[in-house]
């Protein structure tokens, strides 16, 4: 037989036993999706100028404002080893992809409060969501930051209500003042991550 005919052979059989053991597309994308999702909506980061959809506010506030809470929140539970992705209100078309991963645990709901309520904005994903949170029991919970902790307490109960009179579990959430002196928020999202984790973990 010739001796560049067998090599070829062989090389073709290597590589077809190489496919064989290699996961798919579709299972390695899935491996990538999250157990945690963040849906954000907030007012954009100081220097941009809000427009079209994602002009629900001026500027953010400076500081402790929610883009920093769910950048951090999502490097805490990174750290515990569960994977976490924050999507915009306005980018919920990725949830079309993500929520056919049956490892989603837990959606959190990020924003600030506005007299006691979160943007309508960030409510209004709710009802696109609804289906697939009651056919799939997923956990649902809010974080938010806010001038006045008693206000931002009424916003995630007030929005825990909502939801669990649409038949969705919920969990207690996370409030963090975005203005005043709040030394202790860092140790606040930690245990915040933590309870998602045991939650997860149940």
């Not at 427009?51 to 404002?65: F, K, L, M, P, Y």
């Not at 490892?103 to 696109?128: E, N």
């Not at 009179?165 to 969990?171: A, E, S």
């Amino acid at each position: 037989m010739n001796i560049r005919f067998i090599n070829l052979l062989g090389i073709i059989l290597l590589l077809f036993f190489a496919w064989q053991n290699c996961p798919g597309q579709e299972n390695e994308v899935r491996a990538l999706l999250p157990k945690v999702i963040i849906i954000k909506a907030a007012g954009l980061e100081k220097g941009k100028e809000p427009e079209g959809v994602d002009a629900i506010t001026q500027a953010t506030s400076e500081g402790r404002n929610v883009h920093v809470v769910t950048l951090a929140l999502q490097d805490s539970l990174t750290q515990a080893g569960i994977e976490c992705c924050i999507i915009r209100f306005n980018e919920l078309d990725k949830l079309e992809t993500l929520t056919k991963d049956t490892t989603i645990k837990i959606i959190i709901f990020a924003g600030p409060a506005y007299s006691s309520q979160f943007p309508r904005q960030l409510k209004g994903a709710v009802p696109k969501l609804q289906d697939y949170l009651l056919n799939r029991e997923i956990l649902c919970t809010s974080l938010t930051t806010c001038r006045f902790l008693e206000s931002g307490g009424k916003t995630v109960r007030s929005f825990n209500k909502e939801l669990e009179d649409l038949g969705i579990r919920t969990m207690e959430g996370l409030v963090i003042h975005h203005e005043y002196e709040d030394k202790d928020w860092e140790a606040k999202v930690a245990d915040f991550a933590q309870r998602i984790q045991k939650a997860i973990t149940m």
